[in-house]
């Protein structure tokens, strides 16, 4: 790999060897997400805000942070960071943790991302609906506390439908309850009081409201056991009362269910999780796949497909990227960097447990949010590396297979922040199956 040109400077752009022609279900596969909100805002690009689940998995309780990903073609996304931690909530429960499923508001040159979190330990009984407000969709987010005067049962899956005359709707619940009610033009108190959502046949949790041909549409997960499908209902008007309309997501595998709703370029779409990578209930990623209506307006059922579709559009391409290739690397606790029979020095000995590569010197520009891609091989079904970069522990990275552990043709990316200059360290400790590294390409935003 060779090291090519500046440093990106394009916030949206992903770099050219890595912009897929063809599309997959889990759509999203670096890092486990869940519940997905997608919304298409006046840039044009398509924004899915999600929860994240915690990889080793213990339950809902670990879901510890949210992040966003961009599109403009549905199959190609940028991953724009974490945007909210439960550390970043002042008012929240002490333990952390609980960032369950949310959702994301424009008005007035705002945005406004509504999520549920628990304020006491006690966390069944405190659950409150936070807010956080940003003038940028997908980053500098500040949390404005919670909405005042709400509760007295499970006050989760927040959702905000904007209607054509401007006024907003906010939906949520859990335990079989859902209420809806307007929200005040500052979006973040309620026009009177929360009403019971009326009609709706075995409501669970994970309500979704959008509006298509002057039809208000009210989606959200059944109680099936161990199994939850999406139904349906619809009004005249955004708060009902509700015609129950039937199931349009059968069984994806996965216990939970959740799902939200967009059209993009003339087609709709579910967006919703499945646990496909993991088997895990607790490790979900986020699938998409064409939602069709019939004449009279009533949803066809889903189907779930592996492959997803084509690209929808043009996915604007970096022009530059600085790569690190692995002989760059420093390495220890048993991996070495080697020479294989493919073109370029490869890490190996990343499945021991401690063994890591190190990549020092990482040009940060002006510091900011920068997207690490991580160029790999496994035959394993799902190896992972951990990442780490100056000392703070990002995550878990997902690699599925590639089918050759000597030729690096897998991409796995996260974004995280770089300081300004180049006393940047990136560190990739293995202990997660076998798996080679060819080196790391990063690409910074453009702030
Ligand atoms: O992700 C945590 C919870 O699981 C969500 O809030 C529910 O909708 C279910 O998906």
Not at 244 to 251: A, C, H, K, S
Not at 258 to 285: M, T
Not at 352 to 360: D, S
């Amino acid at each position: 790999m060779i090291r090519e040109g500046k440093l990106i400077l394009s916030t949206q752009g992903i770099p050219k060897a890595f912009v897929k022609h063809a599309g997959q279900n889990p759509a999203i596969t670096s890092i486990y997400t869940a519940d997905p909100s997608a919304h298409v805002w006046d840039d044009g690009r398509i924004y899915i805000y999600a929860s994240h689940d915690v990889d080793p998995p213990r339950g809902c309780d670990l879901m510890d942070a949210y992040h966003v990903f961009s599109s403009d073609d549905l199959v190609n996304w940028v991953d724009e960071g974490e945007i909210l931690h439960s550390r970043d909530v002042k008012w929240g429960r002490p333990e952390g943790g609980f960032m369950w499923a949310p959702d994301c508001a424009y008005k007035n040159g705002m945005y406004y991302f509504y999520y549920p979190h628990p304020s006491g330990s006690d966390w069944n009984d405190t659950w409150k609906i936070g807010v956080a407000t940003s003038d940028k969709p997908a980053s500098g987010f500040t949390d404005q506390g919670y909405i005042e005067g709400l509760g007295g049962f499970a006050m989760i899956d927040p959702c905000v439908f904007v209607d054509e005359d401007d006024r907003a709707y906010m939906y949520y619940g859990g335990g079989s309850k859902c209420q809806g009610g307007e929200l005040n033009e500052d979006m973040v108190s309620i026009k009177g009081t929360m009403l019971d959502m009326t009609g709706l046949e075995d409501f669970h949790e994970a309500a979704w409201a959008f509006k298509r041909n002057g039809l208000y549409y009210l989606t959200y997960a059944d109680n099936l056991e161990g199994n939850n499908r999406m139904r349906y209902a619809t009004s005249d008007h955004p708060l009902g009362p509700w015609t129950y309309r039937g199931i349009f997501l059968e069984p994806t595998g996965c216990s939970t269910t959740h799902g939200s709703v967009a059209e993009y370029k003339g087609q709709w779409y579910l967006f919703y999780h499945n646990q496909d990578i993991s088997g895990h209930g607790n490790l979900r990623s986020v699938c998409i796949d064409k939602l069709n209506f019939n004449e009279d307006g009533t949803i066809q059922t889903v189907v779930q497909t592996k492959e997803g579709f084509k690209p929808v559009g043009e996915t604007p391409v970096s022009e530059a990227s600085v790569s690190y290739p692995a002989a760059d690397g420093f390495t220890g606790g048993g991996a070495a960097i080697v020479q294989t029979t493919a073109a370029e020095p490869v890490v190996r000995g990343l499945e021991a447990k401690g063994a890591y590569c190190e990549f020092r010197q990482i040009d940060g520009g002006s510091g900011g949010r920068a997207t690490i891609y991580i160029h790999y091989g496994t035959t394993e079904a799902l190896a992972k590396v951990s990442l780490d970069v100056n000392g703070h522990d990002y995550s878990l990275i997902n690699a599925p297979s590639t089918g050759s552990a000597e030729l690096c043709q897998g991409i796995a990316y996260f974004t995280v922040r770089l300081k300004p200059g180049s006393d940047n360290t990136v560190k990739l400790t293995g202990g997660h199956g076998d798996i080679a590294v060819s080196g790391l390409t990063l690409s910074l935003f453009n702030e």
